[in-house]
């Protein structure tokens, strides 16, 4: 079975500073994709940042960083220079071709940025 | 520009009444999806499709039905709603293609409460 675990409800972050997720995940899969999607208060879905479980290089998308620790099934995404609209549930998903192109989800963190 | 549009965004049920839930994406994407989200369990797979004609349960089908019979609607129907059914519901879609940036498309919701 496939699981993914956030092990941190709840974070919060002062305005400027910077803040890491965690998440971890299960699997015998080799090929594989991972991402953050974001979800603040309007409830929508929106992705942050995508890698591929082949590329050793860790993504970067502007303030948004993971650190991919493949043989440690860790996948931690890093909020640099933290700003209030980063306040959100961020959700850490992975996606498995083999699966029907299943996506599945952690439970979720709920960062909150304060001024 | 719709990408996946998700109706209604807001219902109220009473027990044992039956709706459908609409999801159209106008990306000809192979791969759609149903979701329900509950407070601290993430995201969970209802049913998914690998294109018209299609579908196949997730984890947690109960209680739930889909069809597909084009590529670009697949409804959710409710036969008997329960409390238990209560939930943020969520439709997306995915092309498929991991070559070009693979992810998932979501709607933008519907909260469902069933009283």
């Known amino acids: 079975a496939q699981t993914v675990t956030q092990s941190q409800p709840e974070m919060s972050v002062q305005e400027a500073e910077t803040v890491t997720l965690s998440c971890t995940y299960d699997t015998s899969e080799n090929n594989y994709y991972l991402f953050w999607y974001k979800q603040p208060p309007s409830r929508q879905m929106i992705l942050v940042i995508r890698?591929?479980?082949?590329?050793?290089q860790n993504a970067t998308e502007n303030r948004f960083s993971v650190n991919f620790q493949k043989a440690a099934k860790s996948f931690s995404l890093k909020i640099s220079d933290s700003q209030l609209g980063d306040t959100a549930m961020y959700f850490c998903a992975f996606l498995y071709p083999n699966t029907g192109n299943q996506f599945y989800f952690g439970t979720g963190t709920s960062l909150t940025v304060i001024p | 520009n719709a990408g996946v549009t998700q109706t209604p965004k807001f219902r109220i049920l009473k027990i044992g009444q039956s709706m459908t839930l609409q999801c159209t994406q106008d990306m000809n994407h192979n791969y759609m999806y149903w979701y329900r989200q509950d407070p601290g369990m993430g995201l969970k797979l209802i049913y998914y499709s690998v294109g018209a004609g299609i579908t196949d349960k997730g984890e947690v089908p109960n209680g739930y039905n889909v069809s597909r019979s084009t590529t670009e609607d697949f409804p959710l129907r409710l036969e008997l709603a329960a409390p238990s059914q209560t939930s943020v519901y969520f439709c997306?879609?995915?092309?498929?293609?991991?070559?070009?940036?693979?992810?998932?498309?979501f709607g933008s919701g519907t909260q469902l409460s069933v009283l």
């Open positions: 997306a879609s995915s092309s498929g293609l991991y070559a070009t940036n693979e992810k998932l498309f």
């Open positions: 890698q591929e479980a082949y590329k050793q």
